[in-house]
C-alpha cells in the first residue's frame, strides 16, 4: 500500500493533479473501468442544486433507513472528519476500508491525475459496490454535468434550489447554471425539481434528455397544516406528515422533493407512512442552523451564498433571543460576500469577521471587512484573527442571552465546531 494512514493519502492526494477542480468525466470514467467493479445494484438516487443538497440527501437516508433499506451516502465536504463523506448503514466508514479504496483506485488508476474530489468520489464508489447495498445517495459536489458523480446513471434525479455559487466555474447566470445542474438527467428517468424557481433551461434539458421531469407547485405540492403538512403528488396524498426536526420551511420543501423522488422507486423500494413519519422526525445534518446551548447560545450554519444566506435571515426571523445577535463570518475569495452581507444585514447588532486566509482561498479579516462593511450601515464589524480567538474573545464578555451565529463556510463553522469541543472537554475537567 502506497501510504498507511488515511491522513497521508489524503495529502498525497491535494497534489496530485495540478488543478484542485478539474472538471470532466474521462479521467474517472477511464479509472472506474480500469477497476473492474461489481455493478451498483442498489436503486441510485443522484442529488444536485445550489442549496439544499446536503438536507435533501440525510431526508432520503433517514427515510430509507426506517423502512429497513440498507443504504450508502456519499457527501461533501465534511466539517470535522473525512470519513463523514462516505456513509454505510448510516454509519461513517473507517480509515481502513478508505485507505484500501485508495489504494485500488491507486493501482487502477496508473498514470490518470486524479483530483482530491474525483479520489474520494471513485472510493466513495467503490465501497458502495462491494456493500449490498438497497440505495445508494450521491451527492453532486460542484455542478452536475461534469461532476465526477455524474459518471454514474441514476434511477431518479433531484434537483434542489438553484441560485449563484460557484460562478468561476458555473458562470453568473442562472439558466447556464441550471443546465449544469440538469446534466445529471437520464432518458426515461424519472427527475424531480424541489425549488422555488426553476430555471427554464432545466425543463429544456429534461425535453432534450427525455428524462420525467416532476416539478414543485406543478406535479406536486405542499399544504401546510397547524401541526403538519400534506404532501399531493398527482392522485397520491400523503396526509399529516409531521415538521421535520430540521429548523425552517424551506426544509418541508426539501422534504417534499426528497418522497417525490423515493415514490419514483416504489416499485423497488415501498415506503409505509411510519418510516416516512420515522424518517422527517430523525434526519439531521450538523451546520444546518445548529443550536449549541450555552452561555451564550451557539448556532452554526454553512451558509456561504446569498440565498442560503437569505434562509439563514429567515431563521434569525423566527428565532426569539433577549440579548444580542452576534455574527461571527469567515468566507472563501471566490464567494459573493456582499450579496451574504446585503441578505443579513439587519440580523446582528455586531459583525466578527474572522481571518480565512491560511486556507487556499480564504480571506482575510481585513478584506472581507472591506467587502461586507458597505451592506451593513452603521453596524460594526469587527476585525478578528483565526475562528478559535475570536469566540474565545466573544464568550468571555458574552451575556447568558447573548447569541452568537457563526457562518460563512464549511471552514469557519468546522473551526467553531472543534473549538466548542475543546471548550466543552475544559469545563467537564473542572
Known sequence: MRFQSLAAWLDWQTGLNPKAVDLGLERVSLVWERLCNPPLDGAIITVAGTNGKGSSVAFAEA??????????????????????????????????????????????????????????????????????????ILEVGLGGRLDAVNLIDPDVALITTIGLDHQDWLGNDLEVIGAEKAG???????????????????????????????????????????????????????????????????????????????????????????AVRTGLLSASLPGRFEVRPGVPTWVLDVAHNPQAATVLSDLLGDYFTRGRVIAVCGMLADKDAPGVAAALAGRFDAWHVVDLSAQPRGLSAQRLGELMAPQLAEVPVCLGSDVGETLENIAAGAAQDDLVVVFGSFLTVAAAMAWLERSTAVVNKV
Open 63 to 136: 427515510i430509507l433507513q426506517s423502512a429497513g433499506y440498507r443504504t450508502g451516502c456519499y457527501t461533501s465536504p465534511h466539517l470535522l472528519h473525512y470519513n463523514e463523506r462516505i456513509r454505510v448503514d448510516g454509519q461513517a466508514v473507517d480509515d481502513a476500508r478508505i485507505c484500501d479504496a485508495f489504494e485500488q483506485i491507486d493501482q487502477a488508476r496508473a498514470e490518470v491525475p486524479l483530483t482530491y474530489f474525483e479520489f474520494g468520489t471513485l472510493a466513495a464508489l467503490w465501497i458502495f459496490a462491494h456493500s449490498d447495498l438497497d440505495a445508494a
Open 184 to 274: 445529471i438527467l437520464r432518458r426515461g428517468k424519472p427527475a424531480v425539481f424541489s425549488g422555488r424557481q426553476m430555471p427554464d433551461s432545466i425543463r429544456q434539458c429534461a425535453g432534450q434528455t427525455g428524462a420525467e421531469l416532476l416539478v414543485a407547485g406543478e406535479d406536486f405540492s405542499i399544504q401546510r397544516r397547524a401541526d403538519g403538512w400534506d404532501l399531493a403528488a398527482g392522485d397520491r396524498v400523503r396526509r399529516s406528515l409531521p415538521l421535520p426536526a430540521m429548523r425552517g420551511s424551506v426544509q418541508i420543501h426539501n422534504a417534499a422533493g426528497v418522497l417525490v423522488a423515493l415514490d419514483c422507486l416504489s416499485g423497488r423500494l415501498p415506503l409505509d407512512q411510519r
